[in-house]
């Protein structure tokens, strides 16, 4: 088995969204999170709180 590991950056968010890819199931299929920026850290730390995806969506493009 490997380990999971997933470096988060506000490119590779948008990346992700602008492929119709769920936000939520990157960040949970993750074993380790390296974050890249304090806006990634900050999106996930909103997809902690249970935020809408829409504001997540919101505060990437915000960002960029």
């Known amino acids: 088995m490997g380990f999971n590991k997933r470096y988060v950056s506000v490119e590779t968010l948008s990346h992700i969204i602008e492929n119709e890819n769920d936000l939520i199931r990157y960040f949970k299929n993750a ?3 390296i974050f890249i920026d304090d806006i990634s850290r ?3 730390n909103l ?4 935020k809408s995806y829409k504001h997540l969506i919101k505060k990437i493009k915000t960002n960029e």
């Open 42 to 44: 900050e999106v996930y």
């Open 47 to 50: 997809v902690v709180e249970k």
């Open 31 to 33: 074993d380790a999170l």
